[in-house]
């Protein structure tokens, strides 16, 4: 069910990369696995992060710097890929944001991406699976990601409350359906009806709340000269459906801090003392 493709010594945990064979995706998917220092025979709290266009399952662990933390807090971090691999479907591979490395996290409708692109179900069954092969709490799972990442980690968090306790983000895409990423993204894979699209985007799925879906707060950050803040990200639109439901949310707003890995490496120590906190 899982094979172990290679394993490394790190902060005193060990870092994992492994292979699956994914029912939703029906490919072989990737994924990497922090293990903190003592992981053996106890039920340790789990992290799920998503990542953004083009990145992979490796691109957190070696450029986000968060192991160090994730040891001190005995956190497990998981980071799934961002897109099937190798579903050969004529032009995945065209652009950078849309196909391979740009799944958006939802289950494509639209030939002929319907088959394989199921990132939604893939990180459901990811989540099963890691509770039933590691050690992990399965009362004690949160979920956060940046970008692409950052809004599928909050879409799938308010459409599993029960399933994710906590949720942060680095610069999401918080509104997809108002910005081209979301219309080219959404309109790929779910097709031209927008009741489809609102399934899946964060901003609108807060906004049918009349109360907090996490009452212990949301977790936010983004940089102010980040280059697809203005056109892409419409974090206001999230923190206004936000205050409208009474959800807290912390919206921090970093001057100088651009969109990539620099920005995320500054102050992923928070996100995961955040979570830390929420999980107990
Ligand atoms: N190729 C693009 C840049 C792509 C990019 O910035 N990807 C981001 C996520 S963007 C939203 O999901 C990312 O995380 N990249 C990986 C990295 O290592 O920085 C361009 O030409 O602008």
Redesign the pocket.
Known sequence: MLELLSEHACFGGVQRFYKTDSAAVKLPMRFSVYLPPGFEGQRLPVLFYL?????TEE?FMT?AGAQRVAAEQGLILVAPDTSPRGAAVPGETDS?DFGAGAGFYVDATEEPWARHYRMYSHILELRELVLAELPADPARVGIFG????GHGALMLALRNPDLFRSVSAFAP?AAPMRCP?GHKAFGGYLGADRAAWREYDATELMARHQTAPFPAGILIDQGLADK?LAEQLYPDAFEEACRAAGQPLELRRHAGYD???YFIQTFVEDHLRFHRRQLG
Do not use: P
Request: aromatic share 22%; net charge positive.
């Open positions: 990542a953004g266009l083009t990145c691109t450029k950078w940046h970008s692409m990442g895409i990423w697809f969109h990539g890995y």
